[in-house]
């Protein structure tokens, strides 16, 4: 990654601000500790954890620990060395899980009756959560958990429906820290378990050169076609996105090669950050992986990882064929060419240097839909295999000290998103103790009328409001609990109303003011970072319509549905979207009208929609709409087998 593209990184993703300790002794300490962390899920994946209170608190204050001691407390902090502060700071994260590992039978015990030591450390748990929170996100989750800590404890303050009597400092405290219903709740759970080892897989799968096959992968594939490197940029970034499930570090790691090169060809910056961040945010709906979201929400939901990977697979393949059709036509439309065929590398020597990397994934979604076996058990033979694939190439081969690295890699990046889950801990724990979650989705209902469609506009606008600033899975995490209870009272499957929030929520990432995704693709083009962002928005737009789709629609995420009608909805879908990409781009041999435009968005919208009758209306006014294009163009002379 060259220097620009880091510093992009660093702004946009706090993630990346990481100490590079020259202090030889700290630095050994700190890589011991995060592969000795990630050694330690390998082990409880296999022969199983300890009691859950003492499993969580490992994983949060060894995360923590790691935190203090990589993570400055401003960007401009000391990067060389790690301050005593730090040291102090780290020492007392991992008192935190001494203290439950060594008191676990009195903690028990005394369940709800906490004594003064339970207290102190509560309190220095949450205030050291609250603050790496902080150091990794950015202000937006720590004042939203203070701002819920406060309201835990003068509920009795606050108006109307959300008043609540209010708790006690050392009932708050004992609860977020010595139950599992707040730090140590769902979220930590799912970290400690799924999340971790499925984000280790892929740092495994990053020493082993899986970004530089997907990279060439999609460059043989679609390099040489019109607008080629767009069309590569939203292959590689979905592939990589699904797996790492970093919005902003996806951008910048797939921007940095393939913005230039579709800047090359002759696209716009503009357009060129917005097809890298469009595609890099769509890959967190993207199956097998999904990021790791797809984990949280089979955890919260209790039904089966695979029902979920199945039902996101048609609504994410519209969504990336929207993209993609949308930079055809932008390149149709401008006269872009590819990239000449000389300059690219063969399909059949990537397949041959590095094809055989694709075994782990195989292996993975066998493992996961197939074999019947535990995800954690199939996370961690997963893990296993891709080692050992990647030792069939000399280009893969992965040395003893590449292995380590990979370990203590996979720790080290899963520092963000476990403080991010002990974060929202907070949040949802006090949820949980004053049901907020059940008035916001009534004030949401009230608000709406009882009309589905205007409720489902507000908890939209509520779930990306609340995803904005924040992470992935935090914030589909707190969208589940605050937004898609609304949908729940309305009649909406569960399954329906948490996609629909994750939707949302992620797409926060890529929807204005606040665009992190979109901004940092504008800085690696040198476009403007509110332009960036509404273009994005344009070449997403069948990810805003999808959602409200499949909640009159669940056939499109495939629930309760026999093959032949799985494949009519899935065919008017596509065509819907294609005819939705006409209207945004304006083009379709030749310029189209503003009014046709108006018709190809109406076709469009109503050959998605669920109603037989509107697949009809859609079919009819989008023929119309194509015939008269066709023949204007053949009128034009414009009509040709290359302009299309």
């Not at 960007?75 to 790690?82: D, T």
């Not at 928005?537 to 032949?564: E, R, S, T």
């Amino acid at each position: 990654m060259d220097v620009h593209a880091e510093d992009v990184l660093e702004e946009f993703d706090r993630e990346s601000r990481v100490r590079q300790v020259e202090w030889k002794p700290m630095a050994i300490l700190i890589t011991a500790v995060a592969v000795a962390l990630s050694l330690y899920h390998m082990w409880t994946a296999y022969f199983g954890a300890p009691p859950v209170l003492i499993h969580r608190s490992i994983h949060v204050g060894v995360i923590l620990f790691l935190t203090f001691l990589l993570y400055p407390p401003i960007r401009k902090g000391v990067r060389s060395r790690v301050p005593f502060y730090d040291i102090i700071l780290a020492l007392a994260a991992l008192s935190t899980a001494v203290y439950v590992i060594t008191n676990y039978d009195g903690i028990v015990r005394r369940f709800g009756e906490p004594s003064t030591a339970d207290l102190v450390f509560a309190t220095i748990l949450v205030v050291l959560v609250i603050e790496a929170a902080r150091r990794l996100t950015g202000w937006a989750m720590p004042l939203l958990a203070i701002a819920f800590v406060i309201y835990a404890l003068y509920g009795r303050l606050f108006p109307g429906i959300f008043r609540h009597r209010g708790y006690y400092p050392s009932d708050t405290f004992n609860f977020l820290y010595l139950t599992t219903e707040g730090i140590y709740g769902t979220a930590i759970s799912v970290s400690a378990t799924y999340i971790f080892l499925f984000i280790l897989f892929g740092a495994v799968l990053q020493k082993s050169g899986m970004g530089e096959f997907f990279n060439d992968i999609a460059l043989a594939i679609a390099g040489q076609s019109r607008g080629g490197p767009a069309k590569v940029s939203v292959i590689a970034s979905g592939f990589l996105g699904s797996i790492n499930g970093a919005a902003v570090a996806n951008v910048v790691t797939t921007g940095a090669f393939t913005i230039p090169l579709m800047k090359r060809v002759g696209y716009k910056s503009t357009f060129a950050g917005a097809v890298e961040a469009s595609s890099s945010v769509g890959g967190q709906i993207l199956p097998p992986i999904m990021g790791a979201a797809a984990f949280i929400m089979a955890e919260t939901l209790g039904i089966p990882y695979s029902e979920i990977a199945i039902a996101a697979l048609i609504p994410a393949l519209l969504y990336y064929l929207g993209i993609i059709a949308q930079v055809h036509l932008r390149a149709t439309k401008e006269g872009l060419k590819g990239i000449s065929r000389d300059s690219l590398p063969l399909v059949r020597d990537v397949m041959k240097e590095r094809g055989h990397l694709v075994i782990p994934l195989l292996f993975l979604i066998y493992m996961l839909f197939f074999s019947g076996r535990t995800i954690l058990f199939s996370a961690l033979l997963t893990i296993l295999v891709t080692i050992v694939v990647a030792e069939l190439r000399p280009a893969t081969r992965m040395s003893v000290k590449d292995i380590i690295e990979a370990l203590a890699n996979g720790a080290k990046t899963a520092i963000s998103v476990a403080v991010a889950c002990a974060a929202v801990g907070i949040i949802v724990g006090v949820v949980t103790m004053t049901g907020f979650g059940v008035k916001l989705a009534n004030a949401i209902v009230a608000f709406g009328a009882g009309s589905i469609l205007l409720s489902l506009v507000l908890t939209m606008v509520a779930s990306i409001i609340l995803g904005m600033g924040l992470p992935s899975i935090p914030t589909y995490i707190i969208t589940a609990t605050m937004a898609a209870p609304a949908l729940g009272q309305l009649g909406v499957p569960p399954l329906v109303a948490h996609m629909f929030v994750f939707y949302f929520g992620l797409f926060a990432n890529i929807t204005p003011p606040v665009a992190l995704a979109s901004f940092a693709a504008a800085g690696l083009s040198g476009a403007d970072p509110m332009r960036t962002g509404f273009q994005s928005m344009k070449l997403a737009l069948a990810g805003y319509v999808i959602p409200f789709i499949f909640v009159f629609n669940p056939v499109l995420l495939l629930q309760d549905v026999n093959w032949l009608e799985g494949m009519k909805v899935t065919a008017t879908a596509v065509a819907g979207v294609l005819l939705l990409a006409i209207a945004v781009e304006g083009f379709f041999m030749e310029k189209v009208p503003l009014l046709m435009r108006a018709v190809f968005l109406g076709a469009g919208l109503s050959m998605m929609s669920p109603e037989p009758i509107t697949d009809l209306i859609g079919i009819a006014a989008g023929a119309c709409a194509l015939a008269f294009m066709m023949m204007k163009a053949k009128k034009n002379d414009n009509l040709s087998l290359k302009a299309i």
